[in-house]
């Protein structure tokens, strides 16, 4: 059972387990054995077209993709840890039984897997969930490949997409997390090679009255998607805030996207005395050469707070019901929350004055439902986001924002005439620094042609293995506190997600570009 600490800083410190990410492909590929031969990069120059690229090997066009089984192990021929036991009541099973007693922390079902040629293959595990969703760990040879996900009462394949392994002999763990499954097999198939049309996406935004700024700025990402990968980090004080110090202290550099929040503008947080500075902080960002990204824990209206006043965003502290808001049924809702817009709205006009392009992620991680915005389901979210939209576009005219939707899950998806750019939010676990291939492939899936990245994260990813992988995440932005520093009044890197080596290794590396490699953006090209 993991903490999401990424959450102290605003009093959201609960199990993961409540997170229930309904989608059917879970966490993400790795690499069970690291490439041989992989070597640091080193610095390249600003241009666009100049720091790497992704190797041909990885990503190429494919046509009708036939995969080739490279093994079929039976779970009730595994080795067993813990609790679990080979059974055969359940109907539907292939072989003698499967595997069950998944209910103990330590309890999990090992196959010994034998690949003849190194590369990418996928696992396709074949479950039963005995009392609706659940989510358990993979491993292979002890690494994370991210979680396996069983819904269906009867045995159906769930896959991990495009796990690197090197020839040889692996050990694939299903070990519990939730817990309560039932295993039945491991079909080891080579995976589909990865279309290089992916990365191909348009500069144009869906706002047609952007901004020029903001139209150069999509003009850069679109320029070095599926080349480079540029670091961001969270900081709520700003460039020179702690966060930032401490990574440029380990690595000599500064990320080139930094990562804000308007949280503290929600009037039920102002109410109660919260102020903020992080439109200043984006101002000043901007003008030293960087790229600027929002977030919005939008604290509900004070009507709804049932909780600590601070943790108004999050579901559990609140009684608030969008559904009912969106539907007529609480026209007092509307008004209130059209007010917290409002609010929100004065500062980006801030920002639309100083010619600030922003990234602008409201209305996050909705499909998990810890926020209320997400709560009340997919369809009441979705006439929130393009009512948000509408409002920001059409009647106060906010022509600088890029729109970055994040709702994390393809039922979720508004439309792509109001969506510029996809994020996916990452927290895979401590010290875990694979590429997300598999999610990365997932939010690719969502539509066409619309470019993604790695809106939070809490591990910085090796840029090898996403380079390696095909998983050019257009950019990563690590969530603050813990995630970066320890919370110590001296300034001090925290080693508990990343170590050192690692920072400094992604931001060394020739694939990830740092603040001090951006171009101009005031005089970028427009496409």
Known sequence: RQMCIRDRIYGRNYDMAVKKRRCRYIGAALAAVAAAGMITGCNGNADAESKGSVTESTVRETESFVPEVAGVYEAEEGSFIGNVKADSEKPGYSGSGYAAGFSADSDGCGFEVEIKESGFYDLVFTTASNGGYKENYVTVDGQSVGNLVSEESTFSDTSINRVYFEAGTHEVTVQKYWGWIYLDKLTVQTSEPIDEKIYNVSAQLVNENATESTKRLMSYLTDIYGKNILSGQYCDTGQFGKEFAVVN???????????????????????????????????????????????????????????????????????????????????????????????????????????????????????????????????????????????????????????????????????????????????????????????????????????????????????????????????????????????????????????????????????????????????????
């Open 249 to 527: 202290k380990v690595t000599g550099k500064y990320p080139a996207v930094l990562g804000l929040d308007f949280i503290e503008y929600s009037p039920s947080r102002v109410a109660n005395g919260s102020t903020s500075k992080a439109t200043e902080y984006a101002e000043s960002f901007w003008e030293n050469g960087g790229i600027v990204t929002f977030c919005w824990h939008w604290n509900a209206p004070e009507k709804y707070l049932t909780g600590e006043w601070w943790s108004g965003f999050r579901t559990e502290s609140t009684n608030i019901d969008l559904a009912k808001i969106m539907n007529g049924e609480d026209e007092e809702g509307y008004e209130l929350l059209m007010q917290d817009i409002d609010a929100i709205a004065q500062q980006l006009l801030i920002l639309q004055e100083a010619d600030v392009p922003v990234l602008w992620r409201p209305l996050h991680e909705a499909s998990g439902g810890w926020f209320w915005w997400g709560a009340s389901g997919a369809e009441a979210y979705k006439k929130l986001y393009i009512l948000l939209y509408d409002k920001l576009t059409n009647e106060y005219g906010l022509n600088n924002l890029i729109w970055l939707w994040n709702g994390q899950d393809a039922e979720w998806y508004p439309g792509d005439e109001y969506v510029d750019i996809i994020g996916e939010d990452i927290y895979p676990g401590e010290h875990v620094y694979t590429s997300q291939v598999n999610k990365f492939l997932e939010a690719v899936d969502y539509t066409d042609g619309k470019m993604v990245v790695m809106s939070e994260n809490g591990c910085v990813f090796d840029p090898e293995l996403a380079k390696r992988d095909g998983a050019m995440w257009g950019f990563f932005c690590t969530w603050g506190t813990e995630f970066v520093a320890k919370s110590t009044s001296i300034y001090a890197y925290s080693e508990q997600y990343t170590e050192k080596d690692m920072l400094k290794k992604a931001y060394d590396s020739d694939i990830v570009i740092t603040l001090d490699e951006v171009p101009n953006l005031k005089e970028y090209h427009i496409k």
